[in-house]
């Protein structure tokens, strides 16, 4: 293990000094984000960003919490971002999202508000027996994510605050009933008093913040979508750049002596890739860390970020090291791994969000290590967390783990590191 850890700082401290490489992994994207910067105005103040997301709203429920979360989809602080229509047929809702025309629809079923709070009369029955809580349903539409996402976010936010009021309150409204502290005459109006003003919770991670600080958080930074985009991107050069330093070796002659010491191809092969993995950590970190202390971009979960970009880069490792394992000299790994980079571009979303593409784009960019990795840092900017990444995080895992079981199969077959 230590061999391997060796080999991939040695590969990272000889990509830090090369200057011509350090230009096209930093300086390149980072160039980039400011233009993108400059011609969508988020340096003037005129930042468009997510907007007037389409969003069906069938509140079957008609009650008290059912009220309050279509309330909330309708409330001046989302004006700007949701564009709310409200419906009372799940079925033609469905219907609406699978012709594309709205990011997803919030269906809300009826009972959803006896099933948290006690009907009146009934907490003080013996034989009352409270029912399971009522899921609410939000029905997606695939080629929408980044939408369908900030949708999905708000009412899992609210379904948390709720659940979250529920149990804490109820506990507390025992504790007094035991302490004496409180008739349990009243405890059934002080029950449901829990939730009167459960749409007015301020504690929802992307909707009900009214500071400016919340304004600007629901806006969405542009900076947030097009500083991960380039680096998405310019990782695609980065993995190509070091999986070349497989064959270059093995091309300079510096691949069989280091075999003829104590290290087994595995060892070798390993460090290497750990390597280009280090790599693309590292260029990726800056030029988020850059875009947060220059630009004051604002990542939203730490412990999601970091576990989305190792996410990220090991998936794109796997590309980089599956375009080694089909090349045959170094020079086909730097055409192969620059064009790949600008098709992953585009296809990902690099340039343009992935819900103005066509449906066959939108399909095939699932393909890139880009589309996931953004999708996942539009959740994090919009104010999710870790728990809300689970879809990005696994697919990029997938993809990773699907090519590097690909290039070995690969190498071993080519005999790239043989002795």
Known sequence: MKKLFLIGLKDLKLMFRDRAALTFMLLAPFLLTIGMGFVTGRFSGNSSGLSDIPVVIVNLDNEQLGDALADVFNSEDLADLMEPTASSDPEAARRLIDEDKASAAVIIPKGFTQSIIPAEGTML???????????????????RPTGAGVVKAIVDEFVSRVEEGRVSGMTSIIGLMQSGLLNPQNAESEARALFENVEQTENAAITLKTDKEGAQAVEFDLLAYFAPGMALMFLMYTVSYGGRSIL?????GTLPRLLTSPTSNAQFLGGKVLGVF??????????ILASALLF??????????VVLILAAVFAATGWGVMITAFARTPAQVASVGSAIMLIFGILGGSFINLEQLPPLIQTLSKITPNAWGLDGFTTLALGGTLKNLGEPIMALLLMGVVLFGISVVLFNRNGVVQK
């Open 296 to 305: 004051r971009v604002k990542w939203g979960d730490p412990l999601g970020m």
């Open 278 to 287: 280090f790599m693309g950590i590292a260029q990726v970190g800056i030029l």
């Open 125 to 143: 029955d013996p034989d009352f027996v409270q029912p399971k809580p009522v899921q609410i349903e939000v029905y997606a539409n695939p080629s």
């Open 248 to 252: 270059a070796e093995r091309a300079q």
